[in-house]
Antibody, heavy 121, light 108 residues
Framework: EVQLVESGGGLVQRGESLRLSCAAS????????MNWVRQAPGQGLEWLSYISRSSTATYYADSVQGRFTISRDNARNSLFLQMNSLRAEDAAVYYC??????????????WGKGTTVTVSS | EIVMTQSPATLSVSPGERATLSCRASQSLSDKLAWYQHKPGQPPRLLMY???TRATGISARFSGSGSGTEFTLTISSLQSEDFAVYYC??????????FGQGTRLEIK
């Protein structure tokens, strides 16, 4: 079964850091580009970051550029999101999501169940 | 950045009826548009991609149409499990990948 499982969420103070992980199984992780997407309470989906199959390309939303870093370890079938200088507005459910393998078709075909990040002052 | 605008924000429809959800892009997308269904406590689920191709396991009650900047998701004969929030997403010009703000489909 194709599966993505996020972990690492929790309660942090404003300005602190947190590292999210996403464990992939049931597919050849190294063959897929990956993303992080979040949903703040009462809000819609917000794309955060992309990483290519071999980590040669990474992209970020303006809202997290310079504070968040996406990375992956293909040997461990894992995706990561290092989040620094957390703000109140970063409180959300964070999802990892797989990008379709079809070239040029960047829709998200598999999603994890999400991990919740809470930021307190 | 391509801005995606969905309408209406909330749609009230009775079970068994048809629902029509709209999505407008600020620039032409060719056919690079996807739709997702999102229920509380669950991850988003891919419904459609390339405007009108159903994802694996998606009921034929779901159909997508449109081109350029105007797109529609139609759900025929609504079932109880269809009531959720629906998002469109463009992937024609990125980064960033952008989503619409969502349409909440509720039981009338």
């Amino acid at each position: 079964e194709v599966q993505l499982v996020e972990s690492g969420g929790g309660l942090v103070q404003r300005g602190e850091s947190l590292r999210l992980s996403c464990a992939a199984s049931g597919f050849t992780f190294s063959s897929y580009s990956m993303n992080w997407v979040r949903q703040a309470p009462g809000q819609g989906l917000e794309w955060l970051s992309y990483i290519s199959r071999s980590s040669t390309a990474t992209y970020y939303a303006d809202s997290v550029q310079g504070r968040f870093t996406i990375s992956r370890d293909n040997a461990r079938n894992s995706l990561f999101l290092q989040m620094n200088s957390l703000r109140a507005e970063d409180a959300a459910v964070y999802y990892c999501a797989r990008i379709s393998p079809e070239s040029g078709h960047y829709y998200l075909d598999v999603w994890g169940k999400g991990t919740t990040v809470t930021v307190s002052s | 950045e391509i801005v995606m605008t969905q309408s209406p924000a909330t749609l009230s429809v009775s079970p068994g009826e048809r629902a029509t959800l709209s999505c407008r892009a600020s620039q032409s997308l060719s056919d690079k548009l996807a739709w997702y269904q999102h229920k509380p406590g669950q991850p988003p689920r891919l419904l459609m991609y390339d405007v009108s191709t159903r994802a694996t396991g998606i009921s034929a009650r779901f159909s997508g149409s449109g081109s350029g900047t105007e797109f529609t998701l139609t759900i025929s004969s609504l079932q109880s499990e269809d009531f959720a929030v629906y998002y469109c997403q463009q992937y024609n010009n990125w980064p960033p990948i952008t989503f619409g703000q969502g349409t909440r489909l509720e039981i009338k």
